[in-house]
């Protein structure tokens, strides 16, 4: 199966501690987002990359989070100082990034908890 | 963006074709709808898209009347397996070039045998 993963899929942390998540893309997909998805809701986007470039953030981005796609493949989420409201589940998505319309393909999601 | 609108929640039984209607009022020229599935702790599956008219596919059909203020995503024989979120997405394509997904609550559709 060549779709995306990610990794860890479950963290469980304490407030104020670091955390980074990997997502690994469908090779060749130039476009990978990330979105953050709490219970009951639809995941929420966080920010988008196209090929190595970051070119989008939410506000919902705050200074505690970045993100990296260093090589224009594989990405990693990283949260500083973690927070209980952190808590959720982290969802990467990558597509083609030939046209708005491309499908996106959904990791399974890195769920995180901060006791 | 179009702000889309859907059932929480639907019930229905093995074997029956299930309906789901999504209202999409502010639709612009240009937007897409589609329609996504999510299972518990899974991330969302790509089910259909379209603009207009009729779309099939394996798994769906996607009814979009002239206007395009609504679609209905249609499940012909559910089985237990389809119970899922679905989610409706319009407005996302062609209106910031990012692509980016903006999803509501979805509508949590229940099976039962």
């Known amino acids: 199966d060549t779709g995306v993963s990610q990794d860890p899929r479950h963290k469980i942390t304490k407030r104020g501690q670091n955390v980074t998540f990997r997502c690994d893309p469908i090779s060749e997909h130039n476009r990978l987002y990330w979105y953050r998805q709490t219970l009951g809701q639809g995941p929420e986007f966080l920010t988008y990359f196209q090929n190595e470039a970051q070119l989008e953030k939410s506000r919902l981005l705050s200074d505690r989070f970045s993100a990296e796609r260093p090589k224009g493949s594989f990405s990693t989420l990283e949260i500083q100082r973690t927070e209980q409201g952190d808590s959720a589940m982290y969802l990467c998505?990558?597509?083609?990034?030939?046209?708005?319309?491309?499908?996106?393909?959904f990791g399974p999601g890195t769920r995180l908890t901060v006791l | 963006l179009a702000k889309t609108t859907q059932p929480i929640s639907m019930d229905s039984y093995e074997g029956q074709e299930v309906n789901i209607t999504c209202s999409h009022n502010?639709?612009?020229?240009?937007?897409?709808i589609t329609w996504y599935q999510q299972f518990p702790s899974q991330g969302p599956r790509f089910i259909i898209q379209?603009?207009?008219t009729k779309v099939t596919n394996e798994v769906a059909s996607l009814f979009i009347p002239a206007d395009r203020k609504s679609s209905t995503l249609s499940l012909p024989r559910v089985s237990l397996s389809d119970t899922a979120v679905y989610y409706c997405l319009v407005g996302i394509h062609g209106s910031s070039n990012t692509g980016k997904l903006i999803f509501g609550q979805g509508t949590t559709l229940q099976v039962k045998p």
């Open positions: 502010n639709i612009a020229t240009n937007d897409y």
């Open positions: 379209g603009y207009k």
């Open positions: 998505a990558s597509s083609p990034g030939q046209w708005d319309t491309d499908t996106q393909y």
